[in-house]
């Protein structure tokens, strides 16, 4: 049973690509380049505000002055957009509700910078008590390094084998099993032997189901999982 899931932000608990999206482009109108399809950012996300903006501009002005105009207006725009368009996935406040009432402790660590994260948790999930909310700050590596997962085990300290750590994106395979030191995540019922992610590849959206007042997780491939499933693993799992 674990006693502290640590969940990942952007694409595990909110849907932010559309906020994500709308600040990068005003970044990049505002310097005079090209502006993106907002679809075409969830190929850019997933290793910070800076690495986004990297992504973002065009080739021929990827030097380090520009990303730091650009970075500047992008976080002076989303800090008054931030929660514009931003919305839970289905299923999740629920599910947050559900492990806090089973006496499980929350945490969350994202790449995103730490003003955001803050606004945004309290914005959206202002019941949960989260035991710790971590965002990029200056000095700390961006994950997949392991130092915010680490940060979050120091304010709510927990035995690294009894925390889940939640990531909706590929590298929480290297934050999870070599840096956390996680065994791999073991076949509960109907379930899968990988590790795994909560989103199936390609696909933004939750497949919660709430069943008989058991969480469950479905996937068009496999079977459900309930929660006391999801809550025995040692690792992670990867819906594809």
Known sequence: MKSLVLFDLDGTLLNTIDDLGAATNH???SLGYPEHAILSYRMMVGNGITKLIERALPDY???????????AAFVEYYNDHCTDATKPYPGIEDLLFELTQRGVNLGVTSNK????????ISH??????FKAVLGNIDGMPPKPDPSIVFAALTECPTPKEATLYVDGAPCLHRVGRRHLGLPPGQRAEGGIRRPYRLRPRGDTRYRLRVRRNLWEIRTKEHKVRRTEDFLGMKSFA???
């Open 27 to 29: 970044a990049l109108k």
């Open 113 to 120: 910078y730490q003003q955001a994260v803050t606004r945004i």
């Open 61 to 71: 002005a990827k030097d380090e002055a520009t990303v730091k105009k650009a970075r």
């Open 124 to 129: 959206y999930f202002p019941d949960i008590p």
């Open 238 to 240: 990867r819906f594809r």
